[in-house]
Nanobody, 123 residues
């Protein structure tokens, strides 16, 4: 499984960005995709996740408290692509954002990470 992320960049405080991540390879239709971020000197933290319940159903979403109400995660199930719409960005949102997917295969949970995309919020 490969994850290809795109959409990072430099934006002023209060601005918006949209991240996308496309999964390819053997991806189970029941999975959880999401975004994590890691700022310099800090641990990687969850940003948002979204579950897929088969090929047509998108399930629950989960957000970190720090982004709830500003970030929206969505999923294009047909293309195994997840999007993260970020509005009202703050300097503390500056980090490398990583795409993640996990699912059960042969009775064990497997997960994969994308290469990371830099988001910088600065005036």
């Amino acid at each position: 499984v490969q994850l290809q992320a795109s959409g990072g960049g430099l934006v002023q405080p209060g601005g918006s960005l949209r991240l996308s991540c496309a999964a390819s390879g053997y991806v189970k239709s029941t999975n959880t995709m999401g975004w994590y971020r890691q700022a310099p000197g800090k641990q990687r933290e969850l940003v948002a996740t979204i579950a897929s319940l088969g090929t047509t159903n998108v399930g629950p979403t989960n957000y970190a408290d720090s982004v709830r109400g500003r970030f929206t995660i969505s999923k294009d199930n047909a293309n195994d692509t997840v999007h993260l719409q970020m509005i009202n960005l703050k300097p503390e949102d500056t980090a490398v954002y990583y795409c993640n997917i996990n699912f059960v295969r042969f009775g064990s949970t497997v997960e994969y990470w994308g290469q990371g995309t830099q988001v910088t919020v600065s005036s």
